[in-house]
């Protein structure tokens, strides 16, 4: 036991001395855990940035309905989103276009196309030059009813759809195409590559949940069978392979033992 929090300790710190070696990043409140802020072209237009919260989407989503059907690249502004474009009802304008509901509340409508003082009203939802205290507010009210964990936002995202608190939508007519069903690979260990560390116990059916496949291959996992792929925990926490999606906005590596589980 002490051999292993010993070895976490010197994974956990090792970590640091990447991010401390370049810009130092300040841990992101709950709320603010995912947040995206997406500035391609919004000075240009005289607006402040959009700020993405992926808590107000995941909630609802699936993230292979927005970064597969939709099209949405997995890093901020990789995707060059226009206000024309989410008129013409691609991007945030696939759900954002003024008629989808869900649970049977209308969404809004994205951009506008004049700026009349009402119309700025609408813009501010997403163009915001300051928090917005109700939003925060909106968050823990949320929170509260779903099952905590330690790191992250502090939710627990997989219990929470096992139990059935969370039930993701994961088509979108007119945008989806029907998929056929595939058999789920059963659960496999990874090789812990420190001496005492419990090795890592991936789930393709708990990723298949909210990615399905497209998500991770190729883009991320280009081989697709297991240890095709050779990767660090170095790499991880440079933000490549598992680090796309941990530490950004599915729970963070920091949190070991969501991974590292399979008992010595």
């Known amino acids: 036991m002490k051999r292993l929090f010993l070895v976490s300790l010197i994974l956990l710190c090792g970590a640091g001395a990447l991010w401390g070696a370049g810009t130092k990043k300040k841990k992101p409140l709950p709320q603010d855990f995912g947040s995206v802020t997406i500035s391609n072209y919004s000075q240009q237009a005289g607006m402040?940035?959009?700020?993405?919260?992926?808590?107000?989407?995941?909630k609802n989503y699936t993230c292979r309905l927005c970064h597969v059907d939709i099209g949405f690249g997995m890093t901020a502004n990789s995707t060059q989103i226009r206000a024309a474009d989410n008129g013409k009802r691609f991007f945030c304008g696939a759900c954002h276009n003024g008629s989808s509901t869900i649970n049977k509340v209308k969404i809004f409508?994205?951009?506008?196309?004049s700026y009349t003082r009402e119309e700025y009203k609408r813009c501010v939802k997403c163009h915001a030059l300051e928090k917005d205290p109700a939003?925060?507010?909106?968050?823990?009210?949320?929170?509260?009813?779903?099952?905590?964990?330690t790191f992250g936002n502090g939710i627990n995202w997989e219990k929470a759809e096992e139990t059935g608190q969370l039930k993701l939508i994961d088509s979108l007519e007119g945008v989806s195409f029907k998929k056929s069903s595939m058999k789920v690979q059963k659960d496999f260990a990874l090789k812990g590559k420190v001496e005492g560390m419990p090795d890592i116990i991936f789930s393709h059916a708990k990723h298949t949940v909210w990615n399905g496949c497209e998500v991770c291959h190729p883009d991320i996992f280009v081989g697709i069978k297991k240890g095709a792929t050779k990767y660090s925990m170095i790499d991880l926490f440079d933000?490549?392979?598992?680090g796309v999606c941990h530490d950004k906005v599915a729970f963070p590596q920091s949190d070991c033992k969501r991974c590292h589980s399979k008992a010595v």
């Not at 402040?48 to 995941?58: G, N, T």
């Not at 933000?239 to 598992?242: A, D, L, Q, R």
């Open 48 to 58: 402040a940035p959009v700020v993405f919260d992926h808590w107000v989407h995941r």
């Open 239 to 242: 933000g490549k392979y598992c």
């Open 109 to 113: 409508d994205s951009c506008a196309t």
């Open 135 to 149: 939003k925060e507010e909106a968050f823990y009210r949320f929170q509260e009813k779903m099952p905590r964990e």
